[in-house]
């Protein structure tokens, strides 16, 4: 925007993704033999690899505030003087930003904890309810149904999680 403030928009446009490593262990799980009732689930994600959606995430376990997008996962100088944090803090730093990269591209695809959504799901609810029209949405809090579902990876990986729901 021309005020200076982050365009909000920015946020939830879709972008090309890359793709992470990802572990065979889901689908090896998902064909094994023992019955559903007996197995242990779990669910590796979503891998995408953004820059600025990783830059987001950094920010946000950082308690940064989220629409910081001058604070990125690749300046990390920048970040330690936000954060008010000495050289001496810069190893603890390296660690949130490898655990970041390693870790966020796998979060749930499509889904999240009703309990806890995670700040981007927060951002997007709050910018929806502050819209000429607001528009309010359950996260799962009250009917223990989610209205909303994170589908990064474009249109073929929005329409999977559309059908699949």
Same mark, same amino acid.
Request: no cysteine; charged share 25%; aromatic share 8%.
């Given at each position: 925007?021309?005020? $200076? &403030?982050?365009?909000?928009?920015?946020?939830f #446009?879709?972008?090309? &993704?890359?793709?992470?490593?990802?572990?065979?262990i889901?689908?090896? &799980?998902?064909?094994?033999?023992?019955?559903?009732?007996?197995?242990?689930?779990?669910h590796?994600?979503?891998?995408? +690899?953004e #820059?600025?959606?990783?830059?987001?995430?950094?920010?946000a376990?950082?308690g940064?505030?989220?629409?910081a997008?001058?604070?990125?996962?690749?300046?990390?100088d920048?970040?330690?003087?936000?954060?008010?944090?000495?050289?001496?803090d810069r190893?603890?730093?390296?660690?949130?930003? +490898?655990?970041?990269?390693q870790?966020?591209?796998?979060?749930? #695809?499509?889904?999240f904890?009703?309990t806890?959504?995670p700040?981007?799901?927060?951002?997007?609810?709050?910018?929806? +309810?502050? +819209?000429?029209?607001?528009?309010?949405y359950?996260? $799962?809090?009250t009917t223990?149904? #989610?209205e909303?579902?994170l589908?990064?990876? $474009?249109?073929?990986e929005a329409?999977?999680?559309?059908?699949?729901?």
């Amino acid at each position: 925007m021309s005020d $200076g &403030t982050p365009d909000i928009l920015e946020y939830f #446009r879709l972008r090309p &993704t890359r793709a992470a490593k990802v572990s065979e262990i889901s689908e090896a &799980t998902a064909s094994s033999a023992t019955p559903p009732e007996e197995r242990v689930n779990f669910h590796i994600g979503n891998p995408v +690899q953004e #820059r600025r959606l990783s830059s987001a995430y950094l920010r946000a376990i950082l308690g940064l505030d989220i629409r910081a997008e001058e604070l990125t996962i690749d300046d990390p100088d920048a970040i330690l003087d936000a954060l008010d944090w000495s050289t001496e803090d810069r190893p603890t730093l390296d660690l949130f930003i +490898q655990l970041v990269r390693q870790s966020a591209p796998y979060l749930p #695809r499509g889904g999240f904890s009703r309990t806890a959504p995670p700040p981007p799901v927060l951002a997007f609810v709050d910018w929806l +309810q502050h +819209q000429a029209e607001p528009l309010s949405y359950d996260l $799962g809090r009250t009917t223990g149904r #989610r209205e909303i579902i994170l589908a990064s990876g $474009g249109i073929i990986e929005a329409l999977r999680v559309f059908l699949h729901a």
